[in-house]
Nanobody, 129 residues
Framework: QVQLVESGGDLVQTGGSLRLSCGAS????????VGWFRQAPGKEREFVAA????????DYADSVKGRFTMSRDNAKNTVYLQMNSLKPEDAAVYYC??????????????????????WGQGTQITVSS
């Protein structure tokens, strides 16, 4: 089973930046599309960003477009989320999620949390105003 571990969560001031990492271990020899989701206290978990296996295609929630950038290094089995211009409303636990994809779907990303099979434990982002 694939294991995902997020890191990089921290306390940051409004306007600051953070880079989250999501490392995969286990049987990672296949192709995996990856997504980032977040959940703030008392709120539903929501989509943040997603990237295809080949890294060519990505999409973002409207609330983070222009501020967050997702990337990946398949040689390192690691996906990143660069977060700039952080706002208090970005504070949440951030989760990465992965699903295997076939060769023909190497360029496909997925927006729905129920489309993912593997989840990390999450990393906390706190943004002070």
């Amino acid at each position: 089973q694939v294991q995902l571990v997020e890191s990089g969560g921290d306390l940051v001031q409004t306007g600051g930046s953070l880079r989250l990492s999501c490392g995969a271990s286990g049987p990672t020899g296949g192709r995996f599309a990856v997504g980032w989701f977040r959940q703030a206290p008392g709120k539903e978990r929501e989509f943040v960003a997603a990237i295809s296996w080949n890294g060519v295609n990505a999409d973002y929630a409207d609330s983070v477009k222009g501020r967050f950038t997702m990337s990946r290094d398949n040689a390192k089995n690691t996906v990143y989320l660069q977060m700039n211009s952080l706002k208090p409303e970005d504070a949440a636990v951030y989760y990465c999620a992965a699903r295997s994809v076939s060769t023909s779907h190497s360029g496909t990303y997925y927006l729905g949390q129920y489309e993912y099979d593997y989840w990390g434990q999450g990393t906390q982002i706190t943004v002070s105003s």
